[in-house]
């Protein structure tokens, strides 16, 4: 079993500052960890994701994430909010073993950014 | 870019009505998934399709009926909805199911059930 959670429905913060978005996940196998950007009425993109190997993620729009597995948390920051960040973010994890091809996604952070 | 295409972008039905979703993707992928999308709750995985062969249906009513007649296009067919499937309804694919593959989604139908 597996399941995401995402602290913070919604999260402001100001052109220019830190995002930080959280997530913590749960599974009982390793775990593939992805974080996902929808912007209205679009469909889900992929920002980036984590499978193996190096902990520290690098994503699309300079977007990163580091999975750290004994804080079970995959949490998603970009070092300067820009105004085109705005959208929902949705983390997601699957299970690292063949043929389990369930996605599991957490319930979303709005990403507010102030001018 | 995504690759995934989905018609009707919206989409109005009463109760009695029968529609159907189209998803095709032009990415050679040999997956094929619905999702779910309602306000306030997490996506909910639908169905899964791997090589044209149904590997998950997430008990979902029987109202809903998928068909993927090929690896490139999937369908949701609909008969005697709720109100309570109104929802957003993402397709999406990957090379396989499973092993870590990056989903690509399409836009979405929105649908409202009258």
């Known amino acids: 079993a597996q399941s995401v959670t995402q602290l913070g429905s919604h999260v402001s913060v100001s052109e220019g500052a830190l995002v930080l978005l959280r997530c913590n996940y749960s599974?009982?196998?390793?775990?593939?960890l992805f974080w996902y950007v929808q912007y209205p009425n679009q469909g889900l993109q992929l920002l980036l994701k984590?499978?193996?190997?190096?902990?520290l993620v690098k994503g699309i729009n300079g977007f990163e994430a580091e999975f750290k597995k004994s804080e079970t948390s995959f949490h998603l920051t970009k070092p300067s909010a820009h105004m085109s960040d705005a959208a929902e973010y949705f983390c997601?994890?699957?299970?690292?073993?063949?043929?389990?091809?369930?996605?599991?996604f957490g319930t979303g952070t709005r990403l507010t950014i102030i001018p | 870019e995504t690759g995934v295409t989905q018609t009707p972008r919206h989409l109005v039905m009463g109760m009695t009505n029968k529609k159907s979703l189209k998803c095709e993707q032009h990415?050679?992928?040999?997956?094929m998934y619905w999702y779910k999308q309602s306000a306030k709750k997490p996506l909910e995985l639908m169905f899964v399709?791997?090589?044209?062969?149904?590997?998950e249906n997430n008990s979902v009513p029987s109202r809903f009926s998928p068909e993927c007649p090929n690896s490139s296009h999937l369908f949701l067919h609909l008969h005697t909805l709720q109100p309570e499937d109104s929802a957003l309804y993402l397709c999406?694919?990957?090379?396989?199911?499973?092993?870590?593959?990056?989903?690509?989604f399409g836009p979405g139908t929105r649908l409202l059930v009258l």
């Open positions: 984590y499978t193996t190997g190096a902990t």
């Open positions: 399709y791997n090589f044209k062969e149904q590997t």
């Open positions: 997601a994890v699957s299970a690292a073993n063949f043929g389990n091809e369930k996605l599991t």
């Open positions: 999406a694919s990957s090379r396989a199911a499973g092993t870590g593959e990056t989903q690509y």
């Open positions: 599974s009982s196998v390793p775990p593939y």
């Open positions: 990415l050679g992928h040999n997956a």
